[in-house]
């Protein structure tokens, strides 16, 4: 799984690389220049293609559309992973809370209605079995 | 069953059929005058034959709703610790206990261009990409001679609203030298910002030695001014008492 990972990475950073030295070449332009600028225009379209492979290796990988935007905003995509995690405690933390409140509620319900109603309770408990005790 | 319902409600004991059949519940043989009164009782769930392996069948015929089954349990709910159920530790201790930086370049260091700029401001946002995919055809081919000769360009520097394309931003601490140093970079290595920048360091840095060496002068002032001739160290408070 890496290694698909770390030869997409090697490709782009290859590329990037050829596009920065092709930025260099025609910052300040020189006739002699000519033969290694169409040179490194070729290489960019080879690392496309390159590219283009690594595509296959790589078709199961889902990437979420909010991680765009927080690339669009100049904004580091691991905070995405952050708030992620950050917002799944939360809300575990919330629904376990619920969840704890209700099953007290349960057993406090439970003991009144044994209270009121011993023999629908009773029935109650042979169906669904005895609680644990709260 | 219903002369403590009509106690607990406060009803006559005549019209104690009439009570737990309005409230809905009883003994079977109240049944009847459930069904007479108000007419064929539905519960929610009952409406839907949801078949016999889930229901048993005793259940299926109380008039409670709480002896209906129970749904089948989930093992995993909202209240267990997904983190931990789905190994996930590691990467909170990575992303949440330390400080993860604002900025993409912090992500992407090795990247050049202005890239935390946001991607609107010069039309290169992925999110474009998505929503207008660019049309182009399916495969690539390298370019010909006769291709080649559209690249042909004019010898000199860049025009000036071109030339800020490629600047990179200034990294504020480099802690660590790189010892690989990129050949033919537009920019000098050192620009007038940066030397001025370096100048400031330096003086920063100087200023914090010389306030030390200034506050050592005082305290060393403050030794010696109860020194004065005539006047021992041991009595420090006698100056105060003048």
Excluded: W
Excluded at chain 2, 21 to 40: E, I, Y
Excluded at chain 2, 59 to 85: C, K, R, S, V, W
Excluded at chain 2, 145 to 158: D, I, K, N, S, V
Aim: net charge positive; aromatic share 6%.
């Amino acid at each position: 799984m890496a290694e698909k990972f770390d030869n997409l990475e090697e490709h782009l950073e290859k590329f990037v690389e050829n596009i920065r030295q092709l930025g260099i070449i025609v910052s300040d332009f020189q006739p002699s220049s000519q033969t290694g600028l169409n040179q490194k225009l070729n290489y960019m379209i080879s690392g496309l293609q390159d590219i283009e492979k690594c595509r296959q290796q790589l078709h199961d990988i889902n990437v979420p559309l909010e991680v765009f935007e927080y690339i669009d905003q100049g904004r580091n995509p691991q905070l995405y992973t952050k708030e992620c995690l950050e917002r799944a405690l939360a809300k575990n933390e919330q629904v376990k809370g619920k969840n704890d409140t209700l099953t007290k509620f349960k057993s406090l319900l439970i003991s009144e209605l044994g209270k009121v109603f011993p023999e629908e309770m009773a029935k109650y408990k042979a169906i669904h079995g005895d609680d644990p005790p709260s | 069953m219903t002369e403590m319902l009509s106690s607990l409600y406060g009803q006559p004991d005549s019209q104690g059929p009439a009570g737990p059949s309005a409230l809905g519940c009883g003994s079977g043989k109240s049944r009847v005058t459930l069904s007479q009164n108000m007419g064929p009782m539905r519960f929610p769930h009952q409406m839907v034959d949801e078949g016999g392996p889930i229901r048993k069948p005793a259940a299926m015929n109380e008039p409670f709703y709480m002896l209906q089954e129970l749904p089948m349990e989930n093992e995993l709910t909202g209240d267990t610790n997904l983190i931990t159920h789905y190994n996930l530790e590691h990467a909170y201790n990575k992303f949440c206990g330390k400080k993860v930086k604002e900025k993409l370049s912090n992500f992407l260091p090795e990247l050049p261009g202005m890239i935390d700029s946001p991607s609107i401001q010069d039309n290169s946002s992925m999110r474009s990409l998505i929503e207008k995919p660019p049309v182009c055809n399916n495969s690539f081919s390298p370019l010909s001679g006769a291709m080649l000769t559209g690249f042909r360009l004019h010898t000199g520097p860049l025009p000036e609203q071109y030339r800020l394309m490629h600047i990179q931003p200034q990294k504020k601490k480099n802690k660590h030298k790189h010892k690989h140093h990129r050949p033919q970079d537009p920019l000098p290595p050192e620009t007038p910002s940066d030397s001025d920048h370096k100048k400031k360091k330096k003086k920063k840095d100087d200023d914090p030695d010389r306030k030390k060496k200034k506050k050592d002068k005082k305290k060393k002032k403050n030794r010696r001014s109860p020194d004065q001739p005539g006047m021992t160290g041991a009595q420090p408070s006698s100056s105060s008492l003048r």
